[in-house]
């Protein structure tokens, strides 16, 4: 793909010579930031910037850093005043808007997940990150991704705050999964059921977590998840279902698809049903947004309160 340059307005290069070459470089100081593909120098703190990565919005939100441009699509409800006018929009996301990328002259763009095949291109018009995740290890990725971000945008202490929260956080969750029983992860897709694995989006629960599996074979290449039979989900009878709509995730259906799908005589005889013990996760905060800060915790959060009732 061929990305064209829009060259320096005028009026803008007039600003830069009055101001003055000395002053700027006096008052800005580079910084160097390593990503997931590879290391970006800024000439000092960005100003304005484009988000094309939910989980890094969520992250810049709990850090107080507001952007000049996101996506157009599939926020979360508690990231939706980004929806307003006043936000640039830059495309959707698969697909950044590369005209309004390059009209905005920005001092920087986040690249993510499943914007960060564009970076190249998005590179070409103006200085980028690649904040994607580690799935493999995952907390530690995100935990990562928050200084990063804090570093960028001179939020350093507050990212560290963000950061000892989660760990916190992880350590309550560890305490009540210890004993908790076996687990399984599910997504349900246009009543479909698939499995999730250690090495899917919410695999941090069996592999950082410490909640048993009931599998170890399980493919995790799939957003449908690792298609199962309810047949199977009786058979393997884990004593937690932790369960993602990915319909209501996408806005595809009204909240309840999960539930309904599970509603039924094979499902009814597990020993999660029968003792309360499925946890329908925040649909947006674990399949859209995930290892956002606010997306994280809320999922710990969630699931903490889940089994230490149970305790």
Known sequence: MSVNFKPLHPARLFAVAAFGFGALTANAQDISIKHGQGETVLKGVPQKVLVLDIPSLDTMDALGVEPAGVLASNLPAYLSKYSDAKYLKVGTLFEPDYEAINAAEADLAIVGGRSRAKYPEVSAIVPALDMSVDAKNYIASTKA???????????????????????????????????AGTAMI?????GKVGAYGPNSRVGWLHKEVGFKTVAEDIDDRFHGGDIVSFEYLLEANPDWLFVVDRDAGVGNSGGDASQKVLDNELVHQTTAWKKGQIVYLDPQAAYIVSSGYTALTTLIDQVYKAVSEKK
């Open 145 to 179: 991704n928050i200084l990063t971000l804090g570093k960028v945008f001179g939020k350093d202490a507050e990212a560290a705050k963000l950061d000892a929260t989660i760990d916190e956080k992880i350590v309550a969750l560890k305490a009540v999964a210890a004993d």
């Open 186 to 190: 599910l997504v349900t897709n246009a």
